[in-house]
């Protein structure tokens, strides 16, 4: 891992207006890239001033156009460039990079992935974004993420002032983010909401689970199509209002239809289907993110991107041969 020539000045930025009446701890955690606890612990310790003067509330409700700066803590080493990380680019420009990410290609650098990440990749691609002000130097231009094993369209900040302005984009939901998922089981309902919030399991902290005390999360439905064999299955198109950690394949599993190949929030019975599941690769469960829309952030002209399905996924719907009964939608692939 290469250190990162980050400079040492506090962060200093204007309040979007898209944060506009936000707590100040959760404005700081959206365009510093923190946790709330270290948005809050800056601003407990006085390391946060809005225009120009110290504050140490973290209720304090922000305005737009308010100059935040944060003492940030000093740098750490950041991600390599690394050229033999292969990454379909759909789009880039000054501002903002859109990719096609593959299923298995982890996002950032984190604990068991060093290396050979979707970042490293974009790092010798553009190597103008290393040494940018990034807030988190070990996730430069991150923004959201797919999980390791879910292919489709991510966005990428190419700038910290731009990275600024697509997760406030996320934090109002005005990302358009749609998902083609394929489940277990029948789907009776050809449209549907579960709303549902989610936090992390009390049994094993690295899972999500439903809970009163989480964070609200909204997932949309509609069938694309249904099969009855070699077991019962449904292709859903997923809609997004929120954006929590593994909130589509949660939030299906606790519907009693957990996606085909997830063999982290399958449910009861799952041994069996696993037998006549479509040929995946390991780990990899059949989520596809087909669709991303957002403004840009230096024009504010509305883009939007599609992933057609891998072959991989075309190729395990074309095992289960025609559907018994064809959604609204087009059939994918």
């Known amino acids: 891992m290469a250190p990162t020539t980050v400079a040492s000045r506090p962060m200093r930025v204007e309040i979007p207006g898209a944060l506009d009446g936000e707590r100040l701890d959760r404005a700081i955690s959206f365009v510093a890239h923190l946790s709330r606890r270290d948005a809050a612990a800056a601003v407990t310790a006085g390391r946060v001033r809005l225009d120009g003067s110290v504050v140490t509330k973290v209720s304090q409700r922000v305005a737009p156009g308010a100059v935040l700066e944060v003492d940030l803590p000093e740098p750490v080493a950041g991600p390599s460039p690394e050229p033999a990380v292969d990454v379909s680019v759909l789009h880039a420009d000054d501002a903002v990079i859109v990719v096609d990410k593959p299923a298995g290609l982890v996002v950032h650098p984190g604990a068991g992935h060093a290396t050979g990440t979707l970042v490293n990749a974009l790092l010798a691609r553009f190597p103008d974004m290393i040494g940018r002000a990034w807030p988190d130097p070990a996730r430069p231009g991150v923004v959201h993420r797919l999980d390791k094993g879910t292919s489709g369209v991510l966005m990428v900040a190419r700038t910290p002032e731009a990275a600024i302005s ?12 749609r998902y083609l998922a394929l489940v277990w089981g029948t789907v009776v309902d050809m449209r549907g909401v579960i709303d549902a ?66 063999g982290r929030y ?17 780990g990899r469960p059949f989520l596809h993110a087909a669709v991303l829309g ?19 996924l075309v190729g395990a719907l074309a095992g289960l041969g025609e559907p018994v009964q064809p959604g609204p939608g087009d059939r994918p692939g």
Request: aromatic share 4%.
């Open 266 to 282: 399958r449910a009861a019975g799952a041994g069996r289907r696993v037998s006549v599941a479509p040929r995946l690769a390991p």
């Open 197 to 262: 919030p989610l936090g992390r399991s009390s049994a094993d902290p690295t899972r999500i689970a439903v809970r009163a005390d989480g964070r609200r999360a909204v997932t949309a439905y509609e069938v694309v199509g249904r099969w009855a064999s070699p077991h019962p299955t449904t292709l859903l198109r997923c809609t997004l209002e929120t954006g929590r950690t593994h909130q589509i394949r949660v939030h299906l599993a606790a519907i009693g239809h957990p996606v085909v190949g997830d």
């Open 166 to 177: 697509l997760s406030a984009q996320l934090q109002v939901h005005s990302v358009e983010r």
């Open 294 to 312: 957002f403004d840009h952030p230096d024009t504010g002209a509305r883009l939007r991107f599609e992933s057609p399905l891998p072959p991989d």
